[in-house]
């Protein structure tokens, strides 16, 4: 990796594991941001090493968001700490129909972590930006004690600014809407814990952890009259159905056949007692959509990637406000609540 | 304190302890939101309870900074975690010249942490945000195992706009110019020092937290021709005064005499072999300027609070660049380089 030459960065990052010292905001801290966070999110904004990145924008509805990320472990099938940090952000900006523009990032690292790791985490990080086309323009780093944090948590807050005209919001949904669900659900909640557990399903279930904002770009092509969008991460598929009904006033009701589940994901919810629906994904949006518009949509989800499951999934109905029912798959209709209590923690 | 209404948030607060379940993305989770965030901060952008918040901006140039607080202890004297997390990101947005507009807020709580220790916390940054001016538009909560992190982390992110024409860099910084320190340097290390080791000097030395927009703003109604701002915390006046040098390829000498230390943080340095010039501050300011506007910002800098005891403390030379000396009070000249290894861990 190249080193940029600026005077106390000049000596090598050569420790094997992180020290309180990396986080002193002196010299060390100046190496690790030289050797390590400049060159993989290299940008100019990053580079001018003053205490604020700034940046020419246009007049307009600026989207401004936050996410701290504490998954354990960092590595897990089909993600990592870093590429969730970017994509978690990146989706909430892209859910109010924003354009990520630019994100921050924070580090606050447990001391001792092996360099290796934290450089694979940022890596990781830089190479999701870029696929996103988001850049990291600021960002700060502490090191706490060995026994005050596991290993590394981050956060990043992020930016963006929403297209003219443009009004998605949960309390938009109205009686008569059509609920629409990207993909199958409970991947990156069961992937998490199959890998933190060692409980062995962990070659068949990859987290969908993926960046959104091109299945939105997709949905809003076929209409912008859509209401709302929402990924639902903590609390899973039943939480966000359950926020859209309680901001909107209305009540929601879905089709349990119509909710695509992965068959692993089903055997393991099984085995450990453990409903889809609460279950955390990290690469699935909840769209709620005029019914006029549904079938199109469906369509234009389906050809795009991280889209080919989707399905529609429910409707919106008068009431009562904030309920939210389940036609189960042997005809009986259950009320689905809110996430209770805490059923996976450390999942995002 | 006041509740809002709405479905899941209507059961109490009513735990003395943070649990798990207030970070699972559910049902505590909103109760926390609805029963503290949302009253506390209180705003629209907020309120809307969508994945970001969306503000009407003009065009113009946009500053974007973030930092975590990690301080140990909570609470100190003359501030806590909660005042540190406002005002460290208003004066990263400040020391560009950035009027600091919106924060977001992103807390990391160990299970197990005092119900009112948050509150108290979460008042603090309200309070401090409303003397600022500053909205919390949006906001994140985890909750790691007890044992994962030490009570709470804080993670703040803002933004702000900066006015036409106006160029602050460390880069800037030219042979000739001036200088100035906003006041006495030390404090706040010291003070959280001595709280979280129980030294006894407390009740003399109390952390200068604060916001320095107000200063920022006394110094450009002077001159727009400010070269560059910072505020020294981490690593103290001298890596500031490095970071300058390194930036802008210059040289800078300054006076032992000329920079101000209360007498209970020399006293206190004296006693456990710390040099003030390493010790974090929380509400001082270095600004380098042109020498003939140096007068009168000194002068107007002492005619605000926060800024009696502001003096012009050195100058800077053509090189060699990046070399920070000290003309000490005996009359010999030190080099005073950036902070090597870690002094004081978890001071912010």
Known sequence: MPTTSMGSGDQMLNEERILLAYGSGGKMSHQLT????LPCFDNAFLRSLDDAAIMEVPAGRLALTTDSFVVKPLFFPGGDIGKLAVCGT??????????????TASFIIEEGLRLAELRWVVESMARMAKEVGVQIVAGDTKVVEKGQADSLYINTAGVGFVPPGLDLSGANPRPGDVVILSGAIGDH??????QREGL????????DCAPLHGLVEAIL????????????TRGGLAT??????????????VEEEAIPVHEGVRAACEMLGYDPLYIANEGK?????PA?????????????RCGEEAAIIGTVLPGPAGRVTMRTRIGGTRIVDMLTGEMLPRIC
Chains 1, 2 share one sequence.
Request: hydrophobic letters at 50%; charged letters at 20%.
């Open 200 to 207: 062995g399903f962990e070659t068949s279930i990859a987290s």
């Open 221 to 232: 092509s076929v209409s912008r009259e859509v209401r709302a969008l929402r990924d639902p």
């Open 34 to 37: 030289q050797q390590l966070f």
């Open 292 to 304: 006029e518009t549904a079938e199109e949509i469906l369509a234009r989800l389906r050809a795009e």
């Open 285 to 289: 949006l909840v769209a709620i959509v």
């Open 189 to 194: 909640g069961i992937a998490v814990l199959s």
């Open 240 to 253: 966000t159905l359950n926020e859209f009904a309680l901001q909107a006033g209305v009540a929601i009701r």
């Open 90 to 103: 990146v989706n909430d900006l892209a859910m109010k129909g924003a354009k990520p523009l630019y994100l």
